[in-house]
Structures are given as structure tokens and as C-alpha cells.
């Protein structure tokens, strides 16, 4: 019994992430419309929001505030405690679950796949190997080191949640949008043509940051090699990732953001080998596996 239900959790996973990615989206209106009505019980943006007198502080804000004031308050560790406990537990879900930008990215990536097919099945290879940590971390310590040599909050203007949900309250308020927002859609546009995603991938300071707050217990996907029998050139489990990863390869993590992705196709073309996991051991020291399944390529570009 227990079994089934997991089995059908896994089958509707990517209904769930889609009905939060909605209701996230629409949180992004609500919290404007509340203010113009002169409800200010919840203020703010994904930089940082206030809920009845609490903060709730995005990590990478939090880092960055810290460099360049070399002050820590106690508002600011409160501020942490939420979004970090959810780090800890479930990895960096609130990018895949969550974020505006991650949301409209996956839609218009689809949009473009439907339009382009063969181009899309030409530009997602099976993954060979996943990219080295080393780049994603050095990226991230660049990023931060240059804020501080400069004295700006660079952080600030890179990050795509804390934008997008500012440029929503503006519209709402009758101030319209700024250079930011043309900005970051401009990123979505290109990166849903080239069927890319590297800002996701590597860039993002707010991805970066709660990245650090993984340990052994965090969520995970995991692989029960027993079950795996896939053989053939087609990989369904990389192909579905929307960041081009492989579970089956080493340094699956500090990329993956846990979206679930290819726990749902395994468990709906394969034996559901691929699984999430509190703190299993053997997700990121899998070699080299084959896939079968001719049909994943077309299954995946219908949905």
C-alpha cells in the first residue's frame, strides 16, 4: 500500500511542482494588491519579505548585506531561519518549486520545443557527465568577491526572483518596469531558443547560496541499481532534466534543484529505479548506464 502510494506521488509530482509554481506566481500579484488596499500585514519582494512584523530573507541578500555593511544583526538571523531550514531539508526546491524566473523559463523552453522539434531533439544529446562543482562554486565566490571590491551590491541586480517580484509590485502600483526586467526576459527569451539553461545552471546567486546548505540528510535523488534495466543510446531520465543533468553521473549535486523531473519519467517509462531520498547514500557515484525506451524523446517534447 505504501509502495503504491509512493508510485502515484511520483506519477503526479510534476502536477504538484506546477500547481505551486502557479500559486507562487500568483503570490507574486496578491502581495501588491494587498498594499494597494492598505493591507501591509505582508510587505516586500523575494529579497525579502515581512509577514507580520517577521522577516523572511532571501540567503544571498543575507551574504551580501553582510559583506558590505560587516554588520550581522539579530533581524537578519531570523530573517534566515526559514529559507535555510528549507535548504536543509529539501535542497534548493524553492528554484525549481518556486521561482518566477525558473517557472517562466520551463514554460517558454516548452514553447520553443513544440515550435522547434527536431532542433530540440538535435540540441539535447544524452548527458554524458555532469559539469564540475568547481565552476558553479567559483562562479558563485566571483560573484560576491567582485561585490565587495566594488562596494555594490551586484547580488542584488542578479537575482531573478528578488527582480521579477519587484517589477510585479511596480506594474500593480502604476510605476511600470525597469532595465531589470527587460533584462532577465531578455535571458529567458535567448535561453528558450538555444534550449540552454545556463543562468539556472551557473549563474544564479540565489541558487548558488542555497546550494551551501546541503548536508548529508538533505533530499536527494537516488537510484536502486537493481531496478535500472534501461539499454540503448536514449537516456529518459537526463533527457527530461530541465537543466540537462544526469542522475546516473557523478556531481548530479550542487546543480540539481530537486524538481523530480526524472523520478516522474522513470517512474512512468521505466521501474521507478530513480527515487527522492532523505540522506541515501549513492546518487552522485553512479558510472555509466545505458537507456532504452525509444519513444522518451516524442513523450517528453507532448508534455
Known sequence: ????????????????????????????????????????????????????????????????????????????LIGLIVPVLLALIFGKVFCSWMCPFNTLSEYWQKITGKIFKKRFRKSNPAVESNPKPLYYWLILIALFVLSVIVGFPLITFLSAPGIISSEISHIFMGMGFGLEMILILSIIFVEGLLFKRYWCKFVCPVGGVLSLFRFKKTLKVVRNEELCNCSGSVKPCSYSCPLALSPLRKNLYPFCYNCGECVKICEKTGKGALTFSFGTEGANSINDVSYSHKEEKEILVEE
Do not use: C, H, W
Not at 511520483?10 to 500579484?29: G, H
Not at 501588491?32 to 488596499?37: D, Q
Open 1 to 76: 500500500m505504501k509502495e503504491k502510494i509512493k508510485k502515484n506521488f511520483y506519477r503526479k509530482l510534476n502536477l504538484y511542482r506546477k500547481i505551486v509554481q502557479i500559486f507562487s506566481l500568483a503570490f507574486l500579484a496578491v502581495v501588491p494588491l494587498l498594499v494597494i488596499n492598505g493591507v501591509y500585514s505582508l510587505i516586500g519582494s523575494m529579497y525579502s519579505y515581512t509577514l507580520f512584523g517577521i522577516d523572511i530573507v532571501d540567503p544571498a541578500m543575507a551574504i551580501q548585506s553582510i559583506l558590505l555593511s560587516r554588520e550581522f544583526t539579530e533581524v537578519l
